[in-house]
């Protein structure tokens, strides 16, 4: 089954997934944990990137402004990383704004320690390939199998194999995730009624 934002049906992400107790502890270590209220901005396009997000309870969005559009990217849930998952985009500057999308806790973790912390350790290393696997994973599968296909039938794909999104996502968030306007999905819906 392929992925979507990190949501796997009737199967919850465990973001420690396959961790020792000691590597668990490792990482843990040098992080620190936030909370957050809806819209909450958490980077902006063109800042510095300096950690790794990721989200241990909530909801954020990764978007980019375009032509006074918002284009949203993808969405991190419970167990996915919200940030670039490894290394530092040239600069470490962002190519794109996050924003929280419900009330969200982060564990956040400093990008040159957790760089360190995969050279130093192999356990840490290939959790690190993992998370990454899984975004490529995510971007594949949104490519090859969604954006081909009818709005329509994009829509009721998501109802059928991710019906959680339509209780955490704004209707204009999926929209944008979908490329349409919010007018275009109100239709699509209504015709599926």
């Not at 419900?102 to 040159?112: A, D, F, N, V």
């Not at 760089?115 to 690190?128: F, I, K, P, R, T």
Request: proline letters at 5%; charged letters at 30%.
């Amino acid at each position: 089954m392929t992925y979507l934002c990190g949501m796997k049906p009737d199967e919850p992400h465990l973001l420690y997934s396959g961790l020792s107790p000691q590597a668990t502890a490792l990482l843990t270590e040098h992080a620190r944990e936030t909370a957050h209220p809806r819209k909450t901005l958490l980077l902006s396009e063109g800042e510095r990137d300096e950690e790794l997000l990721l989200v241990l309870e909530g909801s954020v969005r990764r978007y980019v402004m375009r032509e006074e559009r918002c284009v949203l990217l993808d969405f991190a849930f419970e167990g996915d990383a919200a940030t670039v998952t490894l290394g530092s985009l040239p600069g470490g500057v962002s190519r794109h704004c996050i924003e929280t999308m419900e009330p969200t806790r982060l564990l956040r973790i400093p990008r040159l320690r957790i760089d360190l912390l995969m050279a130093e350790n192999a356990e840490l290393a290939d959790w690190g390939r993992r998370l990454c696997e899984e975004r490529l994973r995510r971007y594949e599968a949104y490519f090859a199998d969604y954006t081909w296909m009818d709005k329509g039938r994009q829509y009721e794909r998501l109802l059928r194999e991710y019906p959680q999104l339509l209780q955490r996502i704004a209707l204009k968030d999926l929209a944008s995730y979908l490329m349409l306007t919010p007018q275009s999905l109100s239709r699509i819906r209504a015709e599926l009624r």
